[in-house]
């Protein structure tokens, strides 16, 4: 799934520069793998030259992180917005389970690097775990309806933003005997096992 438009555009204070560095290193990591992408491959697709790459990332990690995290943020803005605008959900949390895993799949470079490079994705879930969960609980404030954050309280917001992270990453690392593919399977497995390793109380005010 490509990331979202907005997510392309320079916007105010944005190096329009770094923006065409990041998508050229979106295709290329599309095309041929994160680990066989290097720094000049991504300049010769963008036009530039490999210093002006080290200009603005002091290596390929560092590029790849900044990569992941402009199209993480992208998809949980979007799974954010498609929530809210869906309304009359079930249970938010299972929604916002399986919406995550979903868009997650369809998307063109973080899903090639978790079935195809587990490891590196491992790394960058390390390296990169606090700012996944803030994401995860951003998204989960537009979710849910009106005065709902102000009544379960912004820690246990992050909280859960923390249970969605772990159990997203196991359904999409891990391997299952029934494929958690279709939005069925993966609500049936968000209810059967995300949903009641929530607190009671938790449970309930989302139903």
Do not use: C, K, W
């Not at 990331?3 to 050229?24: H, K, M, N, Y």
């Not at 963008?46 to 590029?63: H, K, M, P, Q, V």
């Not at 063109?108 to 606090?130: C, F, G, I, K, S």
């Not at 909280?159 to 049936?188: G, H, K, N, W």
């Amino acid at each position: 799934m490509p990331a979202s438009p907005a997510a392309d555009r320079p916007g105010p204070g944005t190096d329009p520069t770094r923006t065409v560095i990041l998508d050229a290193a979106v295709a290329e990591f599309e095309q041929h793998g994160v680990r066989r992408v290097a720094l000049e491959d991504v300049a010769r697709r963008a036009g530039i030259s490999r210093t002006t790459i080290y200009r603005r990332f002091a290596n390929r990690d560092e590029l790849v992180a900044a990569v992941i995290e402009r199209e993480n943020t992208a998809l949980f803005a979007d799974i954010a917005a498609e929530l809210a605008d869906a309304g009359g959900q079930t249970n938010y949390y299972v929604e916002a389970f399986t919406a995550a895993i979903l868009r997650f799949r369809r998307h063109r470079v973080l899903n090639t690097m978790v079935t195809e490079e587990p490891a590196l994705a491992l790394q960058l879930a390390a390296e990169h775990y606090d700012a996944f969960v803030d994401r995860v609980a951003a998204a989960l404030q537009v979710i849910f309806p009106a005065g709902f954050v102000d009544r379960i309280g912004a820690p246990t917001v992050v909280a859960l933003a923390d249970t969605i992270a772990r159990y997203a990453m196991m359904a999409v690392l891990l391997p299952s005997r029934e494929p958690l593919q279709s939005a069925a399977a993966i609500r049936d497995f968000a209810t059967a096992h995300f949903l009641p390793s929530l607190p009671p109380a938790l449970r309930e005010s989302a139903d």
